[in-house]
């Protein structure tokens, strides 16, 4: 793949307003502020990370987290462009690497955007709901393509299809972005078919058309699967957005557990600690000295893990560029970080699984969360599908004019249920739930 072609700032949908003058403002940062100030990103702020909100002590929401990956993002993607920058000094392009840290940063706000509420578990229960569910029976109606869009719904094909799709009211390419922050986005760049059982893969059959187009103009390599599957090489600037999300909820997640005292300080300092060599963790030592509140000695430790992983990311970048380029690179960035700092992010990932993902309250949003979701599919789908009962014209005028329940297909239709569900905040979804149940009814005496 060439640089020169994956950098592209040409707009999705407003292809023949496309040109090359380079104002104050990139067109990347103009996909970054319309991300910032669209309702889809605002709604992340009531979407659970991984612990239940809101809490007395405050913890990570989707928004905060997007937020605090664009920043790592962007430290990444500008000490891998400062190295690049050197290596193809002299080509008339080379202005174009200014451009990395500004489509790695948006790509970043954007990575989450087509999460459900209540985590990942919405997620699964989406999946479960057709492939164990009362939406099981739906198979025969769908092609097996559709059907496999369905039982392993993935938040990554459904942030693609949140900006490139043109629901009603809205302009021709959805939010319009520019093609190299689209692909950027896209850690799985292949159908649902390809993804060997599991919920990863980038786009659905719906938008498959609209990927192929961003991926062919960018340049991107096309790696088709055994019966001709579309699968394409990734965009190399997704190996930072991924890293950059590796890290941050990985570190942060450990924070936040410390706050809510589910891991005790001691623990957690030696953890981090153990990023570094001996000298190192002497002087952090002392600088820690300073420092009576746990909390900061915390902060302290995350910020410098932080920084030293972004540092080995990048160069593990720097270092890998033929392969990535030439589509033959594996793993992620994060796999291929020298011993000592990639035996710290593992310990840190081991005990994520044993103290936080497992944790009651985390267990308790998951129960709950699948319990919403399945509820909310489960009545919405089938007023879709009978759309003449009395209850499902009540129900349907809930549903915003923007998402397309009269679509002219059963998949079309229930794409549009769960573009609805999806774009729920898990506030919103509980309170419909409630109501929907009779839980909440507000009756004056």
Known sequence: MDWNRLICDKRFGLEEYHDDKRGVRSDFLRDYDRLVFSSPFRRLQNKTQVFPLPGSIFVHNRLTHSLEVACVGRSLATEVALQLRHRYDGADWLHKFDAIGEIVSAACLAHDLGNPPFGHSGEKAIATFFSEGAGAGLKS?????????????????????????????????????????????????????????????????SEKADFIKVADELGMLPMPGPNGEVRYARHPLVYLVEAADDICYEVMDIEDAHKLGLIPTQQVIDLLLGFFPADRQAHMHQVMSHVEDPNEKIV?????????????????????????????????????IPE?????????????????????DVVDIDLAGTSIITFLLEKLVDAVRNPHYNYSQLLLSKVPQQYEINAPTLYGKIQAVIDHVSGMTDVYALDLYRKLNGMSLKINN
């Open 300 to 336: 302290y430790l995350r910020s410098v893990v932080i920084g030293a992983l972004v540092k080995v990311c990048a160069q593990a970048f720097v270092d890998n560029e033929d392969a990535i380029l030439e589509g033959r690179f594996k793993g992620s960035l994060l796999d291929h």
């Open 340 to 360: 000592l700092e990639r035996e710290g992010y593992a310990r840190c990932n081991n005990l994520s699984w044993e103290k936080i993902y497992r944790a009651g």
């Open 141 to 205: 109606e769908l092609t097996e393509a559709q059907w496999l869009d369905l039982t392993r719904f993935e938040g990554n094909a459904n942030a693609f299809r949140l900006l490139t799709h043109r629901f009603n009211g809205r302009r021709p390419g959805g939010f319009a972005m520019t093609y190299s922050m689209l692909a950027s986005i896209v850690k799985y760049p292949y159908e649902a078919s390809l993804s060997g059982g599991k919920n990863k893969f980038g786009f659905f059959e």
